[in-house]
Nanobody, 122 residues
Framework: QVQLVESGGGSVEAGGSLRLSCAAT????????MGWFRQTPGKEREEIAA???????TYSESVKGRFTISQDNAKNVLYLQMDSLKPEDTAMYYC????????????????WGQGTQVTVSS
């Protein structure tokens, strides 16, 4: 079993930056890939960034060039550096992990965090 806890969310002005963190505990050696999702009321959950244990990364077009995913394997922490934030980025952000490569997720990774709110004002 794996537990994920996000932190670092908050309220910022457009153009600002935030760094989200996700601490993984439990059977962390069973994790192969991790990523970030976001969701707003009335919209489908969106996968925005993912990273595999081979360090390969993927990004959605909506955040590519502005967000950077990274991880500290020794400390079992996942990060999402968010720069040039836009009001459209306002959402609940969720950390996810899976024992499979990201390409196998099919939009449904096995483990989820509780979410952290990000609000970007105009």
């Amino acid at each position: 079993q794996v537990q994920l806890v996000e932190s670092g969310g908050g309220s910022v002005e457009a153009g600002g930056s935030l760094r989200l963190s996700c601490a993984a505990t439990g059977n962390t050696r069973g994790i192969y890939s991790m990523g970030w999702f976001r969701q707003t009321p009335g919209k489908e959950r969106e996968e925005i960034a993912a990273i595999d244990s081979d360090t390969s990364t993927t990004y959605s077009e909506s955040v590519k060039g502005r967000f950077t995913i990274s991880q500290d394997n020794a400390k079992n922490v996942l990060y999402l550096q968010m720069d040039s934030l836009k009001p459209e980025d306002t959402a609940m952000y969720y950390c996810a992990a899976d024992p499979r490569p990201n390409r196998i997720w099919g939009g449904f990774p096995k483990y989820w965090g509780q979410g952290t709110q990000v609000t970007v004002s105009s």
